[in-house]
């Protein structure tokens, strides 16, 4: 995909719409968006009344961070349990190879 294959997309994130444009398929920039959106509302929906627009953004995007954080530590995890898992069968196919 090249640089003049950019899709653009109305999307709207807590009321109000933005276009983006990018490289990615339009159904997946809209599914993020409604990810963010959601996001969005979970916080205000946990807020107190007046929290303003701009707090909302950054606790939603601290919890996004989060969730990213938390998966790529368990993605790290399972790939070290493989990674061990595969030294120790190597070593037990190389014992019996060598009897």
Known sequence: MNALDNNTVQVTIYGK???????????YISGVANY??????EVD?????TQEEGKVAILAGMNITDELFSSRQ????????FEER????????DETLST
Do not use: F, H
């Not at 929906?45 to 009344?49: E, K, L, R, S, T």
């Open 45 to 49: 929906d946990g807020a107190n009344p």
């Open 86 to 93: 595969i030294l120790a069968l190597s070593e037990l196919i």
């Open 74 to 81: 368990d993605k790290d995890k399972i790939e070290n349990q």
């Open 36 to 41: 963010v959106d959601m996001k969005m509302r």
């Open 17 to 27: 719409s933005y276009t983006i444009k990018g490289k990615a398929d339009s159904s």
